[in-house]
């Protein structure tokens, strides 16, 4: 009986998951992939995924979840399984609560050198107990050129028993030779169909307004959902229907204490400031935050398209400042200015 490929715990992606089952049915299973897509789709938990069907020992069906590979694998402890991550949290554990990526990451963290030619030395020598040995790249993108090119010097002559499985939400960032050895997997978002059937989408929420605001990213809603930002979101536009520009200002200045939660209000923020240009130019349809329409429309009411289009801009550009060292609270605060009178400007604070 031949073996049976399946995939588990990845949502959705049908063409991908096809290519993969396909290959290793054939055994036809090529040096390196580049899974791209937005962030949040499941294109990390497909590459464990794939690392464990390719070591797998159940003769019917792989992965199976249980054998020692599978079990390994999953707690990042398999001796053939590589991860790089940047330097900062190499050291940082694995899979905590679910999430493949280490705490402490972030996307403006660097993969280094080092760490290509460790990996390097490594997949010289036969697999330790696998079948293959599989180097996943989180973030690909995060790579230095100089790690991207000894990278490429890799990849032009991969070892037979090593897999490269290469992540990128940036795959533009991915020096174009790099991309020309590896076999581009296109991942998307959900669709709302699709993205009702995962289990925590049932949870009390508008599974409409958690889709829309999520962008169709399974990654993106369980982070709406496990740090409460509906409930964030709710006071956010709460204090400013009930007490106007004097509301927002008094969220924003308590809300935030470090650049996470910075970076977090200015995203509800943007997603606010959004609905309420689409509002403005008559696209109630598209409106992300659907369960508090008639909120947007009492704002929205009050506010100028120009002095909303001044806001997202000052948005972005403060979220982008966040990354110098500057006060996080008084920089999140000064995003108001687009909807503060010039008269009463030296009231905000300065960063």
Known sequence: MPVQYRFPGVVGQAPVQRILRQALEADR?????????PAGVGKATMAVAFAKALNCTHPEQRPCGA?????????????DLWVLVPDRVRHEPLGVEGWIRPPGYHPTLKISIDQVREVEREISRPPVEGRRRVVLILNAENL??????????????????????LVSSSPTAVLPTIRSRCRTLRFTTLSEEEFRALPWAQEGVSV?????????SPGTARLLVERAMLSLRNELLDRWQEQGLAGLLEFLNLSVRDRQDAHTVLWLLAQVVRDLLLLKLGLDHLVANVDRME?????????????????FREIREVDTA??????????????????????FLDILPRF
Request: hydrophobic content about 45%.
């Open 67 to 79: 054998c020692p590979a599978c079990r390994r694998i999953q707690a990042f402890q398999f001796p």
């Open 322 to 343: 966040l990354a110098r060292n500057i006060s996080a609270r008084a920089a999140t605060i000064s995003v108001v200015a687009p909807l503060v009178p010039p008269s």
């Open 144 to 165: 230095t050129v100089e790690a991207q090119n000894a990278l490429l010097k890799v990849l032009e002559e991969p070892p037979a028993h090593t897999v490269f499985l």
């Open 295 to 311: 909120t947007l429309k009492t704002l929205a009411q009050g506010v100028s398209e120009a002095a909303l289009e001044g806001l």
């Open 208 to 216: 409409t307004t958690l889709y829309r605001l999520s962008g169709g």
């Open 29 to 37: 299973v090529a040096p390196a992939y580049l899974l791209e897509g």
